[in-house]
Every structure is written in C-alpha cells, then in structure tokens.
C-alpha cells in the first residue's frame, strides 16, 4: 500500500471524524484508519460498537478512498445498556448514526447491521481482514466478541480493541490474557486506550514476538485492579495509573512503522 495514499486517506477521514459525535481521540481515530489501511491480509472489515458513527465516519472514508472492502458496523443502537453511553432519554442511536454517515459520504462502503454482535456472529462465513472491537466493554461481552470472530480471523488480520488502557476492567482483562497471552498473535501495542495485535497463527510463538507480548502485558496486567475497583481515578487508584500507563507505549501512530510491524 502507498504510504502517501494511507496518509492522504487518514487525514481526509479525521476531517470527518473530528466533527462526528462520539469518545474515540484524534490519536485513536488516526490509529484505528491507518491499521486498517495496512492490514496486510484479504477479507471483511469489521466494527462492533458504532454508537454515532464517529468511528464508522473514518473507517469508511479510508475504505472509500483506498478502494478497500467496505467497514461492517456492527450495533443494536439500544440505550440503556450497561457499559454504552446515555442517550439521555432516547431509545436509539441508529438515526443519528445513518445521518452521520451519509453527510460524511461514508455510507458507500458501510454496510449497518442493526443487531448484537453474536446475531451476525451466528451467520458470518468469510474471512475477517480487520476487527475493531468497540462493543460491550464487561469481560463476557468483550471476551465473547474476541471469541465468536477469531475463527474467521485471515492470517495477518489486525484486531484493535477500545478502552484497553482505561477503566473498563472487562475489555483491559480480555486484550492482556486472550490476545497478549496467546501465541496466535505476533506484533502489538497501545495507542491512546486501544490495544491491538496481529493475528499471526504461525508464527506468534516466536520468542521475539512472545517477549515482546509479555513486556506489553506487564503494565496492562497491573492496571487491572485499578479498573476493577469501580473507584475511577480517585486517591491510590490514580497514582497506580498514573505509575503504569506510560510504561505501556500509548503514543501517535506512525504509519511506516506500523507497515513495518504488520508485514507477514
């Protein structure tokens, strides 16, 4: 893939996405639009967790423009659920979601699937290039997102996961012991509050690879009872966080370097 193509596609998608409601950063944006550009293997892309569209807008800009297979977004747009944000009364998020995409000329290559994540799972037959996970954030839910679409996972697929490096214990829990513990995957890494690994089934075990998984868990891992207190941020909690997240290397991506990594 152009390097210069990638960078174009990424910032035409931030133009997008900094305007699209919604919690994901502009280093996390610009992560999530460059993995998916680079991910060096053939299949679907997928998001669970759409809320807005704030995520969708970008993926679906860079698919767009970078002729790629378009972004399957998967969400029930039910409100309230226990770890989505408040509609503040409403019942669903889905017509603004529909509004923002096509405003943002994304809707060419998303294709909406109104409905839990293990209803498409149940159906799904094909190959998986791309796995943004953004969905429920307790460890069943994050847990089973991992588990139902790993088997369609093509070789060198990229899964990228939200609020790793937060204070959502379920999803920090699933990144470090289902994806950093496991030897089907090979590079990894933090932005921002995303975690992501490549999915390498062949080579995963390489001890390069495991070494490099395993210093990464090691900050993740201490964060855990930090997330699993319920106390947020407040007194010992904020000085552990404060103490372990820049150990686990969060900073902006870097396009050439990140192809670098992925490269099967």
Known sequence: MDLARVTDAVDQGWSRVRDTPGYLSEREARFIMTALALAPAEGANIEIGSFK??????????????????????????????????????????????????????????????????????????PIRFLWIDGDHTYAGAHADVEMFKPFLADGAVVAMHDVLGTFEGSLRVFVEDLLESDEFGPAGFSGSIGWAQYRPRDGHALGHRMRRRLLAIPARRLIPVAESGRNLAGWNKYVYKFWRPLAPHGDVNAQRLARRLRT
């Open 53 to 126: 569209g704030r995520s969708t807008v970008g993926l679906g800009t860079v698919a767009r423009m970078l002729e790629l297979d378009p972004v399957h977004a998967i969400d029930p747009h039910t409100s309230p659920s226990s770890t989505d944000p408040d509609l503040h009364g409403a019942v669903t998020s889905y017509d603004e979601f529909i509004a923002h995409i096509e405003r943002t000329g994304s809707s060419t290559h998303v294709v909406p699937h109104r409905a839990f994540s293990h209803d498409v799972a149940a159906t799904w037959n094909g």
